[in-house]
Structures are given as structure tokens and as C-alpha cells.
């Protein structure tokens, strides 16, 4: 009896982990301004969707800053100069800035930062990218962000 109990807690356990790893990712920025992943996968299951960066190099903030900035492709360029304008302490992005699907806190090396949005803010058709908004970033430290099934 407590065998069985003790199986499908674990069981459930699994089944839980596995949904939540669908809806979150973790990706890595590096002291060389790059990214390790080219897209995230974003399911349309998934009611709210986490991206974790994790800041692997050793520089600080001031010199080689990273954050996740979502937004449509589009929208890229305008972000940035509005973002370079509001300076490190508003994290290189515009205050509600209605282009930003989402952002998060702007890290430095060794430290890790996340956001979360709601996947229904994510219009169908339209060419989702991440990309990092310290200055002169977006064009090495960018990445497709594609809605899935
Ligand atoms: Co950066």
C-alpha cells in the first residue's frame, strides 16, 4: 500500500516537472555578447512562458550588461534607441514600452534574471525575437522566438 502511494507520487512528481520544463527555458549570455540558443520554442499550451538567463562570463553590468528583451521583430530597432535613451538603471528598455511582450532586469556576470509573460499576448503570424538591449547588443545577442502547437 504505501509502495503504491509512494509510486504515483513520484509519478506525479514527473508528470509535473515535465509539463513545467515545456514552458520554461534557460539560455546563457556570455563576455563574448552571444546567446547559446538561436530560438526558444514557445507552446501554445502553455499559459505563462519563463525564460531563466543565466550570465556566464565575468564582466559587470556596465560593460557587458545582458537582459531578454521579447518583442516582434519589427520592433527591434526603435526599442533599442528608446531603451539606450532610458539608461542602465531602467534596465536599456523604455517604461511601458507597449512594443515590450516582456523584459527582464538587466544582469552582469555570474548573476541570473528571468521574466515570465503570458503566451496569449503572442500574436499568431508575427516573428517573434529575444534579443538584449545593451547598447550595441541587439544585432549579435538576438534570436527567433517561434509559437508552437
Ligand atoms: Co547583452
Known amino acids: 500500500m504505501l509502495t503504491r ?3 504515483a507520487l513520484v509519478l506525479s512528481t ?43 562570463g565575468k564582466l559587470s553590468r556596465n ?3 545582458h537582459n531578454v528583451v521579447v518583442a516582434d521583430a519589427a520592433d527591434v530597432a526603435g526599442i533599442d534607441a528608446d531603451g539606450i535613451k532610458a539608461g ?10 507597449p512594443r515590450v511582450v516582456a ?5 552582469g556576470g555570474g548573476e541570473t534574471t528571468s521574466l515570465t509573460f503570458q503566451v496569449a499576448k503572442l500574436g ?8 538584449c538591449s ?6 549579435m545577442m538576438r534570436g527567433t522566438l517561434t509559437l508552437v502547437p
Open 103 to 107: 523584459f527582464s532586469p538587466l544582469i
Open 5 to 7: 502511494c509512494a509510486l
Open 14 to 56: 514527473v508528470a509535473w516537472q515535465s509539463f513545467a520544463a515545456d514552458c520554461a527555458v534557460e539560455i546563457e549570455g556570455n563576455d563574448l555578447m552571444k546567446f547559446n540558443v538561436a530560438n526558444i520554442d514557445v507552446s501554445q499550451r502553455c499559459k505563462a512562458f519563463t525564460i531563466r538567463l543565466k550570465h556566464v
Open 124 to 131: 499568431k503570424d508575427k516573428p517573434y525575437v529575444f534579443f
Open 63 to 65: 560593460v557587458m550588461g
Open 88 to 97: 542602465v538603471t531602467r534596465h536599456y528598455v523604455k517604461p511601458e514600452d
Open 134 to 139: 545593451f547598447p550595441g547588443h541587439s544585432s
